[in-house]
């Protein structure tokens, strides 16, 4: 009886117990646990295979390699971002000592609004960081030739995306730098994990020296690195898991499709489309409460939870809203961030995992 049920926005898959086991019997012959071990090796390779990219840098979480991504770019004083996503991405630029310029989003990709990011620009201005949010691509084009333009460098926020394409060219290959997460809640994960992606072969060096307290080959230190490194039980999870991804895509494809099928006629309950030429992976069903939809955002959130099933507002509050960031070094002009504010006053994701069932989306959906 799905109404009895307690269903969270999302439940990590986890392979078959024995799958892992097996994967990670090996660690207990060759007690390596961690710095680059055997694991992670056969891991990197697997997902530079996988995002078809140049090169593949993993990491501890997601968080850690954005942060290494910025500092390995040695950028200065003001980085361009959206104030729409998670807390992670705004954070590793301040952690930089950088200063986060956020710029607004479009209405129907909840993505930075390409059209105003020129206006941001100033003579302190050293990148963009975009974040391709739920998982949608920004407009990669446009976002190139602003940073070609102005000379910027582009760094990714690829945390949602991994496995998406854009015209057959896999998402890591754009820009600079993309960063993936690999955490526990992603619809692919390693438990905890980030990947960096980037073209530049000896930026992929300096990447490896940064997550390694800064030891080159040689063991010297060449530079102030830190501690980001993946380990053993991570890189195994990742490669037993990589295993199920194209079955779990489909599962939350299914899902997804009966969604959007049961919501369309809800009056002021408004989702995103796939995008022509994008390869999705459908990993986080976002929904935007309208005014004229009988509750407020809240309203709804509350009721769903009343029935067991709890929904997440996604990213709410703004980045730029955040108290943490009011201690005298910040100062955001919100004037520029209308359409930003109203998506985050009116967003809300239900419920996607591989763990759900059709009863379940039918049962949501009947409910709102
Ligand atoms: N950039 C962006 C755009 C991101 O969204 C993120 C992370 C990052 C960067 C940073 O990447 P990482 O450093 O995390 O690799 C969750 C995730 O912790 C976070 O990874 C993710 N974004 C963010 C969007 O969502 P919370 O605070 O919402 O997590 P939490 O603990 O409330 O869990 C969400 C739901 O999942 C709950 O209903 C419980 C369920 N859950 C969670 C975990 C951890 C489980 O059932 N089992 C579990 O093991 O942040």
Known sequence: M??????????????PFEEYVEEISEIWENYWLSNNGPKHQTFEKSIKNYLGVNNVNLFVNGTLALYLAIKALDLKGEVITTPFTFAASSHA?????????????????????????????????TAI????????????????????KYDLKVIYDAAHAFGIEVNNVPIGNFGDISMFSLHATKFFHSIEGGILT?????????????????????????????????????????IVNLRHIQDNINIRKKLVLKYRELLKEVRGIRYLEDIEGVKHNYSYFPIIVEDEYKYSRDELHRHL?????????????????????????????????TVAKKISERILCLPLSTHMKIEHVEWICSNL
């Open 93 to 125: 630029i301040i952690l930089n000592g950088l200063k986060p310029v956020f710029c607004d989003i479009e209405e129907s990709t909840f993505n930075i609004d390409c059209n105003k990011i020129e206006e941001l620009i100033t003579e302190n201005t």
């Open 129 to 148: 960081i975009p974040v391709h949010v739920f998982g949608n691509p920004c407009n990669v084009t446009e976002i190139e030739r602003v940073a070609k």
């Open 305 to 337: 939870a009343e029935k067991n099933f709890f929904t997440r507002k996604y990213f709410y509050p703004l980045c730029n809203e955040f108290q943490a960031y009011y201690n005298g070094n910040y100062s955001f002009d919100f004037s520029n961030l």
């Open 198 to 238: 980037c073209k530049s072969s000896k930026l992929y060096r300096k990447l490896e020296m940064l997550k390694n307290f800064g030891f080159n080959n040689n063991g010297s230190i060449e530079l102030v690195g830190t501690n980001a490194k993946m380990n053993e039980f991570q890189a195994a999870m990742g």
């Open 2 to 15: 799905v109404e009895n049920e307690s269903i969270l926005v999302t439940k990590p898959f986890l392979p």
